[in-house]
């Protein structure tokens, strides 16, 4: 092979982590390189008629390495219409889990053969992953390839305080078995009142 003896030692796992090394160091740069995030949401807002709105979250536990996932898909006038958690048990980290919530649900809305879609988020990192290209390196770059596929003619808005219904659901997906994903054709038990308040903030 041409290889010196002590770069034989060099194996599959260790050049697995050099290339997730340097993909971090790309993504680090992205950020500081991209601009000032947009002003921020501060309450949950329904989405134009003729067009469902996607929640996801995800929720990862760095002592564990595993997490959860969870989404809602809403309507225009802000009923759960499906939702889903599930759990992941290894995962590389927080965006990891962010990524995987958000295909989720992106899945879950193209089940139902809906082209009118607003996905929303509260990661900046999955919001500039999907509009860019600067984290197809990534060790998620596959997940965020095939979410782009799935996606190409929607909307993602980036907020910050409307994921309350998903941020619960990702927290009910760590404790799910891990071949078990949970789904609801409606509000999930437990969620209610998370939900009635968004649609009560959306009309005032």
Known sequence: TGLEK?????????????????????????????????????HWSRPIEDTLKINSDGAYNGSTSDGGWGYAIRDSSGEVIRAGAGRVPYLMD??????????????????????????????????MAIEGREFSLAPAGGLIHEIKSI????????????????????????????????????VPEGTENLVASDIAESLS
């Open 6 to 42: 002590g770069e034989r030692g060099r194996t599959a796992t260790g050049l697995a982590y050099i290339v997730a090394s340097q993909s971090d160091e790309f993504l680090k740069l992205a950020m500081k390189e991209h601009k000032p995030p947009p002003e921020r949401s501060t």
């Open 94 to 127: 927080a965006f990891h889990a962010q990524v995987l919530a958000c295909l989720a649900g992106i899945k879950a809305a193209g089940d139902r053969g809906t082209m009118n879609v607003e996905a929303e988020t509260d990661s900046l990192m999955l919001k």
């Open 151 to 186: 996606i190409s003619n929607c909307f993602m808005q980036f907020s910050v305080v409307c994921n309350k219904a998903a941020h619960a659901l990702a927290a009910r997906g760590c404790k799910c078995s891990p071949i078990a994903d949970l789904h609801w054709d409606g």
